[in-house]
């Protein structure tokens, strides 16, 4: 079993930037793809970003291409995600999440297993 805890978000305002950390427990880390989703007031929890086990290849949504950036340190049992050019529609609970799907990481919220409790992004115009 994995236990994801997440933390880096806060207020900021738009353009700025903002790098959430996600921290994992167990001795299995490199074994998961890990993911980012996130989750605005009034919307369904979507896909952000993921990330290949060994880091090799990584995924995105279009709304985030080139100006967020998963990536992940087996080492440290971390996966990060840098966000820059942040706008109001970036506002969000954003969530981590671990998958044991093999091949290009997948974007279906039911291939990830293991999720964490969320932290708050929230971006000022």
């Known amino acids: 079993q994995v236990q994801l805890v997440e933390s880096g978000g806060g207020l900021v305002q738009a353009g700025g930037s903002l790098r959430l950390s996600c921290a994992a427990s167990g001795r299995t880390f490199s074994s998961y793809v890990m993911g980012w989703f996130r989750q605005a007031p009034g919307k369904e929890r979507g896909f952000v970003a993921a990330i290949r086990r060994d880091g090799g290849s990584t995924v995105y949504a279009d709304s985030v291409k080139g100006r967020f950036t998963i990536s992940r340190d087996n080492a440290k049992n971390m996966v990060f995600l840098q966000m820059n050019s942040l706008t109001p529609e970036d506002t969000a609970v954003y969530y981590c999440?671990?998958?044991?799907?093999?091949?290009?990481?997948?974007?279906?919220?039911?291939?990830?297993?293991?999720w964490g409790q969320g932290t708050q992004v929230t971006i000022s115009s």
């Open positions: 999440a671990a998958s044991l799907m093999v091949g290009v990481p997948g974007q279906s919220e039911s291939l990830y297993v293991y």
